[in-house]
T-cell receptor, first 108, second 113 residues
């Protein structure tokens, strides 16, 4: 069964706005990862946050992790049209276990 | 450095036919993985190989077999394809069997009629 679940399922924003998506998972984790998938393409790793970390930044990305609530969030600041994609959280078990993803559309 | 490559990119099969999906990585990674992605869903693990010479079942292994041919190559075989196996198949690799970034191939889009 899928470990992570993303919320919302879809998000439409204007270029320049921020996009926030959430992920909930079921069991204890060592780390949680976020991936991006452009339409019809393979997944690209964005960021990994370990269970002993609460927040991590990478460029315009900010990820938080709350292990007590078994949840994580991904914030994309100052969105661009190129950020249009599906975003997945994944946990290790031993391969990755993915949620169904959040589809983000950035309107010009 | 091509990363993870998959062949073919597209394939159409008739029910009952067999085929092998090929995957190769040139990053000297120990672990390799096969996933399938159905419309509107995340990826689900079919099989994985934590190291050369070992393979293990993932979440959805029924109807598939795998071979870790060497450190570089990990193939996925459908012995008797069924319409339920229509999906996009992704291969991935990473350095070790523990935590860490996985690197994905571009995918194989398979349709079983």
């Amino acid at each position: 069964s899928q470990q992570g679940e993303e919320d919302p399922q879809a998000l439409s924003i204007q270029e320049g706005e921020n996009a926030t998506m959430n992920c909930s998972y079921k069991t204890s984790i060592n780390n949680l990862q976020w991936y991006r998938q452009n339409s019809g393409r393979g997944l690209v790793h964005l960021i990994l946050i370990r269970s002993n970390e609460r927040e991590k930044h990478s460029g315009r990305l900010r990820v938080t992790l709350d292990t007590s609530k078994k949840s994580s969030s991904l914030l994309i600041t100052a969105s661009r049209a190129a950020d249009t994609a599906s975003y997945f959280c994944a946990t290790d078990s031993p391969g990755l276990s993915f949620g169904a993803g959040t589809t983000v559309t950035v309107r010009a | 450095n091509a990363g993870v490559t998959q062949t073919p990119k597209f394939q159409v099969l008739k029910t009952g036919q067999s085929m092998t999906l090929q995957c190769a990585q040139d990053m000297n990674h120990n672990s390799m993985y096969w996933y399938r992605q159905d419309p509107g869903m995340g990826l689900r693990l079919i099989y994985y190989s934590a190291s050369e010479g070992t393979t293990d079942k993932g979440e959805v292994p029924n109807g598939y077999n795998v071979s870790r041919l060497n450190k570089r190559e990990f193939s996925l075989r459908l012995e008797s394809a069924a319409p339920s196996q229509t999906s996009v198949y992704f291969c991935a690799s990473r350095v070790g069997g523990g935590a860490g970034t996985q690197y994905f191939g571009p995918g194989t889009r398979l349709t079983v009629l």
